[in-house]
């Protein structure tokens, strides 16, 4: 449960800077699939914590279904933002392939 509630919060916190940026700056194509690909690498960053931290074959597996997962959509983001020849304003917006 503690662990739980340690995955909810780091993931909670690491989009703050994600709301920031959203009132600061207009949403482009570009930011919006720089933010799809960020908020999937938290997911796949918590759920590489959990597999390496817990010893419950249930919080296992779900983690690796989230790194999967969010894997895949990292992925598809990627692959769609390249199709639709999107250009980033700085290398920070840019997806990670």
Wanted: with cysteine.
């Amino acid at each position: 449960m503690a662990l739980t509630y340690k995955l909810s919060l780091v993931a909670l916190l690491s989009t703050l800077p994600l709301a920031a940026c959203a009132q600061d700056a207009q949403l482009t194509d570009p930011r919006i699939a720089a933010i799809v690909v960020t908020a999937n690498q938290v997911g796949i960053d918590a759920g590489k914590l959990a597999i390496g931290k817990t010893h419950t074959t249930q919080v296992r597996d779900f983690a690796k279904l989230m790194v999967t997962d969010h894997t895949s959509v990292n992925r598809s983001a990627v692959a769609l933002a390249t199709r639709l020849n999107l250009f980033y304003a700085s290398a920070s917006e840019r997806p990670a392939r």
